[in-house]
């Protein structure tokens, strides 16, 4: 029979060992403080810090998708916002050289007929400048884009050029594509520009093959260093380092090529043909 002593040593056992709500209850709390861990190193970017890469490999798997999630759309953002403040700066530097010498011009008290016209078109080139912005920041359509005749627009645009006198030449078969054809026209007007520009002419066509539509455009110009093929597709960015008017352009032709077509869906392809000069290829 039970003595007075042991039985109060058994409640006494019994009373220190955590009972099954307590243990579920700190395994609940160990888990919500892991969790949530993630959304606390979220805090810097809503500070407007950068943002921290969360860890994708631990926590549950919707902690885990989530970071995952958070990376992706932070690396985005990341990515345009420096975009944007790389083309502001740059676009606002370029503007002081035609304004410059506006000034310089009235400041001189010249005006005879010649410097009014050189002042137009510094105006001009001031409005091309701000319209490739406006180009690149249009918002995109959600919706279904038309079906287009790529080549009878590709036609159209070399038939514009060969009318001013521009070495250029089409061929290729009928081809249907999804795009926007305001943005496909400023792809092709851009590319084909591009190659005028450095090559002096340039020959477009129309590929189908194994259901893949391609624009190509090549010419026999110098060409693109290897190492240049990636960068000349940044904004302002220019092989021979300078925007002068004799090399036309501001460097914004290519970028905004690029960017409009991923806007289609497509992908723009530049290599260096082997026989010598570019090749731009618009991939859909």
Do not use: K, W
Request: glycine share 8%.
């Amino acid at each position: 029979m039970p003595t007075a002593a042991s039985a109060l040593a058994r409640r006494r056992s019994t009373a220190s060992r955590p009972t099954g709500r307590r243990s579920l209850a700190m395994a609940l709390t160990r888990a919500a403080l892991r969790a949530r861990r993630p959304s606390r190193r979220c805090r810097p970017a809503c500070r407007g810090r950068p943002a921290p890469s969360l860890d994708e490999g631990h926590g549950t798997r919707e902690v885990r998708d989530a970071a995952a999630v958070f990376n992706r759309m932070a690396a985005e953002l990341s990515g345009q916002f420096e975009e944007r403040g790389l083309m502001i700066a740059a676009i606002s530097h370029d503007l002081r050289t035609p304004l410059t010498r506006m000034r310089l011009r009235l400041e001189t008290g010249e005006v005879e007929a010649g410097v009014r016209e050189r002042c137009v078109e510094d105006i001009r080139e001031m409005n091309r400048l701000v319209e490739s912005v406006i180009e690149i920041f249009r918002p995109a359509d959600v919706a279904e884009p038309p079906r287009v005749d790529l080549s009878a627009l590709a036609q159209s645009a070399v038939d514009d050029l060969a009318e001013t006198g521009a070495a250029v030449t089409f061929e290729g078969p009928a081809a249907v594509v999804r795009a926007d054809p305001v943005a496909l026209r400023r792809v092709v007007d851009n590319l084909v520009g591009n190659a005028l520009r450095y090559a002096g002419g340039a020959r477009v066509r129309v590929d189908l093959a194994a259901g893949v539509t391609r624009l190509v455009v090549e010419d026999d110009g110098p060409g693109i260093p290897e190492t240049e093929l990636e960068r000349v597709r940044q904004p302002f960015r220019r092989v021979e380092g300078s925007r002068n008017r004799d090399t036309g352009g501001t460097g914004l032709g290519l970028y905004i090529a690029q960017q409009l077509v991923r806007r289609q869906g497509a992908a723009l392809l530049l290599s260096n043909r082997p026989e010598g000069g570019l090749r731009a290829e618009v991939v859909f």
